[in-house]
């Protein structure tokens, strides 16, 4: 089903069926020899989720280097596991600068709260749909899970008045913050991309810092190549056209658009970050989209 300004979804469904992914590939990236990250309970929320196809990745019981011809699986694995080892060292950098504040916007199955050694004093906020954050307290509240940080969730849409939101959370909009974006633009129209960053800006004090990924073609590569994904995911149960969740139309690049409102922007292409973290770049079809994905850092002047 296609996107609308008025849907919603929880981690079984839409949109939240990609964040359920993405924790499972986190799950098996962790348990790999070298690993590049460590989160303990990307697993145990998906299990909760109760996706077969993902349960049975987390579980090792898919052959996943022999998943399909081009490795779908196992490639997606590799690409998280650079892309969340980017995000967690951006918090931690950040927190070493001394920033005490932290949002993570559409956090999904998100556990940087309860596993990044973050410093006393720090407060994170966590911003998704209700069902998506209500979901993923309570599964870890059952497993005896604490937050490493003042943990304070938000349960509103990013396409909602989510500012005034965080505020009335106790968001201190006068102290440096760490943002992150993680694997969200696509999911939002191009005005809705602008609208975000204007109020992560307009929210933000000198000092804060902001880390996401930026795709020059405006993601257009990346839903086409969703299309062959999904196909490969059906074939393992999971009904789900990937290529539907993105929204269409030409976009801003992010790069540019900070810099017109006052970030200092670092950027590197997917490819060299994977050589940063001494990892080579996967070269296959799958990959061809992500090639010249941007991960982008900046700091607000």
């Given at each position: 089903?296609?996107?609308?300004?008025?849907?919603?979804?929880?981690?079984?469904?839409?949109?939240?069926?990609?964040?359920?992914?993405?924790?499972a590939?986190?799950?098996?990236?962790?348990?790999?020899e070298?690993?590049?990250?460590?989160?303990?309970?990307?697993?145990?929320?998906?299990?909760?989720?109760?996706?077969?196809?993902?349960?049975?990745?987390?579980?090792?019981?898919?052959?996943?280097?022999?998943?399909?011809?081009?490795?779908?699986?196992?490639?997606?694995?590799?690409?998280?596991?650079?892309?969340?080892?980017?995000?967690?060292?951006?918090?931690?950098?950040?927190?070493?600068?001394?920033?005490?504040?932290?949002?993570?916007?559409?956090?999904?199955?998100?556990?940087?709260?309860?596993?990044?050694?973050w410093?006393?004093?720090?407060?994170?906020?966590?911003?998704?749909?209700?069902?998506?954050?209500?979901?993923?307290?309570?599964?870890?509240?059952?497993?005896?899970?604490?937050?490493?940080?003042?943990?304070?969730?938000?349960?509103?849409?990013?396409?909602?008045?989510?500012?005034?939101?965080?505020?009335?959370n106790?968001?201190?909009?006068?102290?440096?913050?760490?943002?992150?974006?993680?694997?969200?633009?696509?999911?939002?129209?191009?005005?809705?991309?602008?609208?975000?960053?204007?109020?992560?800006?307009?929210?933000?004090?000198?000092?804060?810092?902001?880390?996401?990924?930026?795709?020059?073609?405006?993601g257009?590569?990346?839903?086409?190549?969703?299309?062959?994904?999904?196909?490969?995911?059906?074939?393992?149960?999971?009904?789900?056209?990937?290529?539907?969740?993105?929204?269409?139309?030409?976009?801003?690049?992010?790069?540019?658009?900070?810099?017109?409102?006052?970030?200092?922007?670092?950027?590197?292409?997917?490819?060299?970050?994977?050589?940063?973290?001494?990892?080579?770049?996967?070269?296959?079809?799958?990959?061809?989209?992500?090639?010249?994905?941007?991960?982008?850092t900046?700091?607000?002047?």
């Amino acid at each position: 089903m296609s996107r609308s300004d008025s849907d919603s979804w929880d981690l079984a469904t839409s949109v939240g069926t990609t964040a359920t992914m993405v924790a499972a590939a986190r799950a098996v990236a962790s348990r790999e020899e070298n690993a590049l990250i460590d989160d303990p309970f990307a697993a145990p929320l998906v299990r909760a989720v109760g996706i077969e196809v993902f349960t049975k990745m987390v579980d090792g019981d898919i052959d996943m280097a022999a998943m399909d011809g081009s490795e779908t699986a196992r490639v997606m694995t590799g690409v998280m596991a650079v892309r969340t080892r980017f995000f967690d060292d951006f918090f931690l950098t950040a927190a070493a600068a001394g920033v005490r504040q932290a949002v993570i916007l559409a956090s999904g199955l998100d556990s940087r709260s309860y596993r990044l050694d973050w410093p006393a004093g720090t407060v994170v906020y966590e911003i998704d749909q209700p069902q998506v954050i209500d979901f993923k307290t309570e599964t870890l509240a059952a497993l005896g899970a604490s937050p490493t940080a003042d943990l304070r969730t938000v349960s509103v849409d990013l396409r909602d008045d989510w500012p005034a939101a965080l505020r009335a959370n106790g968001f201190d909009a006068t102290l440096p913050t760490a943002w992150s974006a993680e694997g969200l633009l696509v999911y939002l129209p191009p005005e809705a991309q602008d609208r975000l960053l204007d109020n992560i800006t307009a929210l933000s004090a000198p000092g804060s810092r902001i880390a996401t990924e930026y795709h020059p073609d405006g993601g257009r590569g990346l839903a086409e190549r969703s299309k062959a994904i999904s196909d490969q995911w059906r074939e393992r149960g999971l009904d789900i056209n990937m290529s539907d969740l993105f929204y269409d139309g030409e976009r801003n690049p992010v790069i540019g658009y900070l810099e017109q409102q006052g970030w200092q922007v670092g950027s590197q292409a997917r490819a060299d970050l994977f050589a940063a973290y001494g990892r080579p770049f996967p070269e296959t079809t799958l990959t061809e989209s992500l090639r010249n994905s941007v991960s982008v850092t900046a700091i607000r002047k």
